[in-house]
């Protein structure tokens, strides 16, 4: 897989599912089976992970060392709440009461694609986030990506 890419406003429905973008339906590997695990994420969004790519960061997980304790309770704090979920038959995710609740996903939503994931953010929430990080995207730019150089080079 190239990896996913893109930004789509969703909207949940009062039962808390939201119809699968089309342009994002597209980009998910063959592997994917339209199988999802949703977790939390690391700022105020939840994560959905098809299936595939959820599989191989497990794979990449089951390698820490369980003995050293910062390792388990990362484990731990990871897999809380994780849920396996599929598209319904209208091509509907159904995200849970308690995953929403835990982000505040509100009935605006926004779904960000990169790499091997999707962001579930509150619309609001988001562009807050975006908007108050903007100004400092340049000195973020040059801390992560400045030493990388270039491969012409």
């Known amino acids: 897989m190239a990896g996913l890419v893109g930004e789509f406003e969703v909207k949940l429905d009062g039962k808390g599912r939201f119809l699968f973008p089309a342009g994002l339906r597209k980009q998910l590997s063959p592997d994917a089976q339209e199988q999802f695990m949703l977790n939390k994420g690391f700022e105020e969004c939840l994560t959905l992970y098809p299936m595939n790519e959820w599989e191989k960061l497990s794979v990449k997980l089951s390698k820490l060392n369980l003995f050293k304790p910062q390792n ?82």
């Open 72 to 153: 388990r309770m990362f484990y731990r704090l990871f897999h809380q709440g994780a849920k396996q979920i599929a598209l319904d038959n209208a091509g509907r995710v159904l995200i849970p009461v308690m995953h929403m609740e835990r982000v505040g996903l509100d009935k605006d939503v926004m779904l960000i694609a990169y790499n091997d994931r999707i962001e579930i953010w509150d619309k609001s929430k988001y562009f807050q986030l975006i908007d108050g990080s903007m100004a400092d995207f340049a000195d973020l730019a040059d801390q992560v990506m400045g030493d990388l150089g270039n491969d012409d080079e």
